[in-house]
């Protein structure tokens, strides 16, 4: 295994450290976002669902197969030249959700947290695995995964704005502690293995020459971002 890519541990060091730390006051944390305005919890309801798993899916899905339908009916170079560039950054994107979609789910299975609804009952660290429940699957979040797997998917292509897309996964994160769906530790786990999975993918397509090259260190890099962008 080369070394930028046994280097991604950093990312499961990192998950396992935030979750370590953020574990004891997730009940806090927990009742102090869901105490806080009205207008801050309705705005957070508002955009929490914007990480769900299933229309990332269907888009990308479905942009995939007019991409593949275009390159095969044209007979123009430069239409199909951008169809195939098309369908491959759909696939990207399909495969980084299905994948951490797939992960995700496992994981919940597995673990069988107890969400903050049932605080009362459970407590914050109540584990009832393989229940196959809602209700026992608090950790990691779902919508954390995505939205990290989502942004981080733009950031491997983007790096330019990466800042922006960390913003965004970290308010669908955020907003999953405030709904009162998640503790904090959920979301840090979920985020980070959503960006996991990214960075994963965007190997397997830089080996094959598919949207990302290898750059000069060995880590995937847009083909078409100039090293002065990849740097930042």
Partial sequence: MNQPLASTAWIFLTTLVLVLALVPFDPQLSQWAQDLPEEIVAFNR?????????????????????????????????????????????????????????????????????????????????????????????FPSGHSMAAGALFGAFAMLMPQLRPVFLILALAIGVSRVIVGAHYPSDVAAGLLLGLWVAIMIAFVFARQDWLFRLDAGGWPAPKNASPHQVDK
């Avoid at 197969?65 to 239409?79: G, N, Q």
């Avoid at 947290?113 to 660290?125: C, I, M, Q, S, V």
């Fill in 46 to 138: 508002t955009i929490t669902d914007f990480g769900t798993f299933a229309w990332m899916i269907y888009t990308s899905t479905f942009l995939l197969l007019v991409a593949y339908i275009a390159r095969r009916a044209s007979h123009h170079d430069t239409v199909r030249h951008r169809a195939r560039s098309a369908r491959n950054l759909s696939a990207y994107f399909l495969l980084t959700i299905g994948t951490a979609s797939v992960l995700v789910h496992g994981l919940k299975f597995l673990i069988g947290r107890a969400r903050p609804e049932l605080f009362a009952d459970y407590g914050a660290y109540s584990l009832t695995p393989f229940t196959g429940e809602r209700l026992f699957e608090s």
